[in-house]
């Protein structure tokens, strides 16, 4: 499947010092979009591509794992020839970038993961209700009455908004995503499947993690190290799961300098 797309690079390119692409994924119920702060740093001096994954933004819909994402994200950067690429991936979207690494290793030039573990992790039903897929929208909708439809089966403010954003608002309001899809596919997303026996990335990895997030915990490094040998870990003083909308600058200098590398 080839996923919609968002690239960004500098005024002028350098063919003298060609350095590989920086691509960044989304996190479960986000968007391309989400991650532009640190991709507009990035497309100064590097060409950058945001994907919308599977059933998020502006791309197709259908079933998902976490091997079809990966094979989705592999198709669509063959598509716009940069591979071997850098991959940053945020919870969902850092899973993605993990199998992706793990299976077809010569993709990845190499890795950056926020706020995920190579195992049990995300959201569940309780942040997102399954009467989300029954919700009855009125005939017009706009942000404010979104919010309002929302709050009684979604109290988190920052979950809610996120959702907002997966809505078809105005005339025909409605969900934009294939909600349908990924409340299907959430007990797959909240886990880690099986790899063979020896399977790992030797490139270079960085783990991001939010001080206040569950995500990344000393369980999940002897998989962390077996899966991914050569990972370093950094840990963002008060942040939580999204922790590029907690600590932006912390986070945009770990990126950066990881990219310079």
């Excluded at 590989?20 to 989304?26: G, S």
């Excluded at 993709?107 to 209700?129: K, N, Q, W």
């Excluded at 995500?215 to 990972?231: D, E, G, S, T, V």
Aim: with cysteine.
């Amino acid at each position: 499947m080839l996923l919609n797309v968002i690239e960004r690079g500098p005024d002028v390119s350098s063919e003298a010092t060609p350095l590989p692409p920086v691509v960044l994924l989304h996190g479960l119920f986000g968007r391309a979009r989400n991650l532009g702060f640190v991709q507009r740093r990035l497309a100064a001096t590097r060409r950058t591509l945001a994907l919308d994954l599977r059933n998020h933004g502006d791309s197709p819909h259908g079933p998902m794992s976490f091997r079809i994402m990966a094979d989705d994200v592999r198709e669509t950067l063959e598509h716009h020839n940069a591979l071997p690429a850098m991959l940053l991936g945020h919870s969902m979207g850092g899973k993605t970038a993990m199998m992706l690494a793990l299976r077809h290793p010569e993709c990845v030039h190499s890795l950056l993961v926020v706020d995920i573990a190579p195992g049990e992790g995300g959201f569940t039903r309780m942040d997102v209700p399954a009467e989300l897929e029954t919700l009855d929208f009125p005939p017009h909708l706009d942000r404010a009455g979104a919010d309002a439809l929302l709050r009684p089966l979604i109290p988190s403010e920052a979950i809610r908004q996120m959702m907002v954003q997966n809505m078809r608002l105005g005339d025909n309001p409605g969900w934009s995503i294939g909600l349908a899809d990924i409340m299907t596919a959430l007990p797959t997303i909240m886990s880690w499947p099986e790899l063979p026996p020896g399977t790992q990335y030797d490139g270079p990895t960085l783990f991001i993690r939010g001080e206040i997030s569950p995500y990344i915990q000393p369980k999940n490094y002897p998989a962390m190290r077996r899966l991914f040998p050569h990972y370093t870990l950094e840990t963002i003083s008060g942040a939580g799961h999204w922790v590029h909308v907690d600590a932006p600058k912390r986070f945009a200098e770990l990126v950066e300098k990881f990219a310079e590398r």
